[in-house]
């Protein structure tokens, strides 16, 4: 592993020389089993759900959770249950131009992976905190500060290292020797995060269970309060007896739980899909005659609005199928022996589903590597015709053909929020700005980073506001 980096080029390499869709690799005493092929990823994830339904341990599953206190990193049982109920019943349930606006002026020039980071950033920390910024901000520009740039990229190094296939998660009595400076980096970046997201808890916390978190006085008459932000909703669920259901540990390892599963996915599928767009103009003028004839050019795109856009909903579905920003899902543990698709697979195996294989995989996309968001208006799945009309396309994908949000009992529980994000995200720079390429570039570079599969350099393009100016000011400060 350590002469064979990153590890997942390695293992995918090494699955297409073979011509393979699942393989068997011994990492230490761990069976590792990586899968590109959908039937098998189903057989996995629906038909033997509940026999892959656990996680293995890992030194950054272990340190970014909080010693496994929430539900996307811990092994299956009874934490894993309490948090996932408190998720499904309690906390499931935008966003800044003028950063945009701002730089665009005259064909300025983007940032738009800034652009998108932060909006995913800005969306959860309010969801979160009721709040955007870290700092009251004197004038609010739409542009980040140094702390909310810190604390997205910190929290967008934290998912490059739950993938990251650590030495010492295969060989436990390796741990401290830090021989791929993954356990180093960890600590860091878990610290950074800590360091923006325990003041805030801490002092919530002691006010909400200052009056039993319940009520407070006006007048001498106590009236209920009532949870503003996701944080709230943590802090005031109650057990039977009426004591609070969470410990502090767990409301700071589930507030980085929820935070980091909003911003990766359409902070991803976004920046690709506008770098595939700009390379490909017939895609975006397609788009943006879309949201012209839905919307139009008086007003700006809301979310009532996402049912009706079905072509730029197809443009993230390709960019999430050709381009996730990691290699494989968080791995499955197996529960027990078992066999699959005719495979036996041991005890204690991780299995790892290649969303990059899958989404690309030749048996299953015609040209995969080619950029076609109309493969998702035509092809079946959520994107049928009935009785004449064109079904709504979704951007999730049951029979895994490729992977945006997973599946079972491991599966996203936010869905819905993603779908929003991501759609609104796209439409809404689509609507609002004209794009091109730098002059000086003939293409955008599509090349992908060494340590996950994201744009290997930001996406930087050229950008004028599009609609009549008035328009900008209400969602500048929505």
């Known amino acids: 592993m350590l002469r064979r980096k990153p590890t997942f080029r390695w293992i995918l390499g090494w699955m297409k020389e073979m011509d393979t869709e699942i393989a068997c690799f011994h990492f230490g005493n761990v069976p590792v089993i990586p899968v590109t092929c959908p039937a098998i990823a189903q057989e996995f994830l629906k038909k033997q759900d509940a026999a892959f339904a656990s996680r293995p341990q890992s030194v950054a599953a272990g340190t ?8 996307i990193l811990s092994p299956y049982g009874e934490t894993w249950k309490k948090m996932r109920k408190v998720l499904n019943s309690e906390v499931v349930s935008p966003a800044r131009h003028q950063y945009i606006y701002n730089q665009s002026k005259n064909f300025g020039r983007v940032n738009l992976r800034t652009a998108c980071r932060q909006y995913t950033g800005n969306v959860m920390r309010r969801l979160m905190f009721n709040q955007r910024y870290f700092v009251e901000k004197i004038i609010d520009d739409g542009a980040p500060t140094f702390r909310e740039e810190e604390h997205v990229e910190a929290l967008f190094e934290t998912l490059r290292y739950l993938y990251g296939f650590c030495i010492s998660d295969y060989l436990p009595y390796l741990a401290g020797l830090d021989l791929d400076g993954h356990e180093k980096i960890i600590k860091e970046v878990h610290e950074t995060i800590l360091k923006y997201h325990e003041p805030i808890i801490r002092e919530r916390i002691q006010k909400w269970r200052e009056d039993d978190g319940r009520n407070f006085r ?6 209920k309060i009532e949870p503003q932000d996701l944080l ?3 802090i005031s669920l109650k057990d039977s007896r009426e004591k609070p259901l969470l410990t502090q540990e767990e409301i700071i390892a589930q507030t980085w739980e929820i935070m980091i599963a909003g911003i990766d996915n359409p902070a991803n599928a976004v920046e690709w899909a506008m770098a595939e767009m700009i390379n490909n103009p017939e895609i975006l003028n397609k788009a ?7 919307v139009g050019i008086e007003r700006v795109v809301q979310e009532q609005d996402i049912p009706n856009l079905n072509y730029v909903k197809a443009c993230a579905r390709e960019s999430f199928r050709l381009h996730p920003l990691h290699s494989f899902n968080p791995p499955h543990l197996s529960l027990s022996e078992t066999v699959v698709a005719g495979y036996r697979i041991p005890k204690g195996s991780h299995i790892i589903l290649s ?5 690309r995989n030749p048996k299953v996309w015609d040209k995969p590597l080619e950029f076609r968001p109309e493969r998702h208006l035509l092809s079946g799945g959520n994107a049928n015709r009935c009785n004449g009309f064109p079904e709504e396309v979704l951007l999730t994908e049951p029979k895994l053909r490729f992977i945006s949000f997973s599946t079972g009992r491991r599966g996203c529980i936010g869905i819905t929020l993603g779908t929003v994000m991501t759609v609104m995200l796209l439409a809404r720079i689509v609507q609002g700005f004209l794009w091109m390429k730098p002059p000086e570039l003939s293409k955008i570079c599509l090349e992908e980073s060494d340590g996950d599969l994201s744009l290997a350099n930001p996406l930087v393009v050229c950008a004028k506001p599009r609609l009549p100016s008035h328009l900008y000011i209400p969602i500048i400060k929505e």
């Open 64 to 71: 970014f959770s909080g010693g496994y206190k929430t539900t």
């Open 232 to 234: 709230d909703v943590l």
């Open 218 to 223: 006006v007048e001498n008459e106590l009236e």
């Open 355 to 359: 969303r990059r294989g899958l989404g």
């Open 288 to 294: 943006e005659e879309e949201v012209d004839k839905v």
